[in-house]
């Protein structure tokens, strides 16, 4: 398995500790894949399928498939997956509550989505230095409440949002279910 980071592992075990047995996974905003893979080779029966606006050189294996895609308007049938993870995406969406909203169309009900990504919450809700952090990583980064906002607004429940440990207080975790 190709190096993952600390918020890769979280949401890995997010996924184990939940008990989802999920058989078709979404990850939106895969980037170079290598999340992807991890998740192909930890839940082998599973149906993986990585969307990206920029994937295509990622070679699909079987049980993943790489699509080009947006968040913003995805290209699946509503109720088409079981679990949809995003890591270190959501800051780069465009339209972020149009995208809550098009993963809670194509989850199935009680279907369960896990984001992992950097809030404005601690020293990064600072103006200066939230707004530095974001200058540097190109994302627009949001906070606790507007995330909990975006998901209640389009139907989510059971919202939970925790600091990820050793991140420098910088990533979270962000479960929800369908």
Known sequence: MEK?????????????????????????????????????????????????????????????????????????????FDLVITVLSLHHWKDKGKGISEIYRVLKKGGRLIIGDPLLEDWMSNRILGWLMQVLDGGVFTDKNKISEYLKATGFENIRISLIPNTMKTLYLIAAEK
Request: aromatic letters at 6%; one cysteine or more; hydrophobic letters at 35%.
């Open 4 to 80: 993952l980071r600390t918020i890769h592992y979280a949401v890995l075990n997010e996924i184990r500790c939940s008990q989802t047995t999920s058989q078709n996974i979404l990850d939106v905003g895969c980037g170079d894949g290598i999340f992807s893979r991890a998740l192909s080779e930890t839940y082998p029966i599973s149906n993986i399928t990585a969307i990206d606006t920029s994937v295509s050189q990622l070679c699909s294996r079987d049980n993943l498939i790489f699509i080009k895609g947006r968040v913003e308007q995805l290209p699946f049938a509503s109720e088409s």
